[in-house]
Each structure stands twice: as structure tokens, then as C-alpha cells.
Nanobody, 117 residues
Framework: QVQLVESGGGLVQPGGSLRLSCAAS????????VGWYRQGPGKQREFVAA???????NYADSVKGRFTISRDNAKNTVYLQMNSLKPEDTAVYYC???????????WGQGTQVTVSS
């Protein structure tokens, strides 16, 4: 069982930056594929970024070049650095850790990001 707690959300102006953190407890995060998803107002949850255990990264086209996912295994924490934020990035951002072959799929409670002037 993995517990995930996101932090770092808030209100930021267009063009600004935020760094989200996802702290894990209950298991070693390094063995999981970790990712970030988001759900905007009136929208379905969508994929943002992921980092498999091997360290490669995948991004949604809408955030490529602006967002960076990373992990600090020593701190058991995953990060999402978000730059050049746009109003359409406004959403609740969720952290995910999974090993689908074993049926493990864990979610955090979400953190709100609002991009507005």
C-alpha cells in the first residue's frame, strides 16, 4: 500500500511557474511508474506526464517543453515543475504510482492549480 500526498498548488499568473511535489509513504517509490494527471473544470481526468521505473519520461503534447517530471528516490518524492503556465493548465493535479502487472494503482488526493491574472 502506498500513500501519496501532493503539495505545491496555488494561484499563479499566466507565464508563471509552480513546482508540485508528491510525497510517498508505505512503500519505496522507485519501483513504481509514477505520473501526474489533471482534471480541469467540467473535464475528464487527463494524462500530463509519467516516468517509468527506468527513468525515461513521457508528456502530453499540451505540456511538452513546459513541464518536467522528476523523482528523488532518496526523498521518496516525485515532482512536477511547471513553467510558462497558461489559463488552460488550471486543474486539480493528481499524483499516481502504479505497477499494473501487479494490480497496484495508487492516487493522491489532488492539489489545485489556478492560472489567472
Amino acid at each position: 500500500q502506498v500513500q501519496l500526498v501532493e503539495s505545491g498548488g496555488g494561484l499563479v499568473q499566466p507565464g508563471g511557474s509552480l513546482r508540485l511535489s508528491c510525497a510517498a509513504s508505505g512503500s519505496i517509490l522507485s519501483i513504481y511508474t509514477v505520473g501526474w494527471y489533471r482534471q480541469g473544470p467540467g473535464k475528464q481526468r487527463e494524462f500530463v506526464a509519467a516516468m517509468p521505473r527506468g527513468g525515461s519520461t513521457n508528456y502530453a503534447d499540451s505540456v511538452k517543453g513546459r513541464f518536467t517530471i522528476s523523482r528523488d528516490n532518496a526523498k521518496n518524492t516525485v515532482y512536477l515543475q511547471m513553467n510558462s503556465l497558461k489559463p488552460e493548465d488550471t486543474a486539480v493535479y493528481y499524483c499516481n504510482a502504479r505497477i499494473l502487472a501487479l494490480g497496484y494503482d495508487y492516487w493522491g488526493q489532488g492539489t489545485q492549480v489556478t492560472v489567472s491574472s
